[in-house]
């Protein structure tokens, strides 16, 4: 009997969703146009992002040219090391990847978001197998208010649904507004959010003694990241891995 009503919600709820996508075809995360196929992305707009299934480097996720083994670091990290252990990156950010991330990050488009973090825990799953906590990168209180959401929540909420590890949405606190990290150095992109982030007092007990994983939307040259993994640390994390959506590749980046 019970078989019988699960099968019954299921062929509804199916039912339900075949209807929605009729009347309302599903927009692309590329290009913006409905009913280009079943999911978020045409085949060929899905075979347009790069994803990072490759061999990376354990302690940035950049990618790698050949398998170097586990743990393998790229030069960059060797010379100047991360402040965080891990970081696992779903896909490049480039111009097919652009849109479906500004859309989120400036748009506050949600349609796509489940896949979004689908292909983030994906990424990130044999950092999400040992983190006890999940941590965004916060906004200054100002901006939030303004933009009325924070993409980082999003997506840290987002992946916690899907793989159970808890999510603690104020941990981290951005004490003062700083200017957008667009067209800046990196040693400019460092010096912008030095000191910029610290623990919320109520979230401290949380935080100490953990294994936190750091969520974010974008990594470019670490600058944000490594202040809020400096605030994490000095508030007794025992280990900080980020996980992003995506990430700046140049050239340079890649060691072959």
Known sequence: MQGDMDRSGAQAKGFLRGATDFLWPPRSLVS????????????????????????????CGSPLGFDMG?????????ARPPRWHRARAAMVYDAASRR??????RSGRRDGLETLAGWMQRA???LLAEADILVPVPLHYSRLVRRGFN???????????RSGTPFLVDALKRTRRTPTQ?????????R???????????????????????????????ATLSACTRALTQAGAIHVDVLVLARVVRETDVTI
């Open 192 to 222: 912008n959010v030095a000191g910029a982030f610290t623990i919320n007092k109520r979230a401290a007990p949380r935080i100490s003694g953990r294994r936190v994983l750091l969520v974010d939307d974008v990594l470019t040259t670490g």
């Open 100 to 105: 479906p991330v500004l859309d989120l990050k």
């Open 151 to 161: 993409q980082s929540g999003w997506l840290a909420a987002a992946i916690s649904r």
């Open 182 to 190: 667009g067209g800046l150095s990196a040693r400019a992109r460092r």
């Open 124 to 126: 990130g799953s044999d």
């Open 32 to 59: 913006g146009q409905r009913g280009v196929g079943k999911g978020p992305l045409a085949p060929d707009e899905f075979a347009q992002i790069h994803f990072l299934t490759g061999p990376v480097c354990d302690r």
């Open 70 to 78: 586990e743990g393998a670091a790229c030069a960059p990290c060797i």
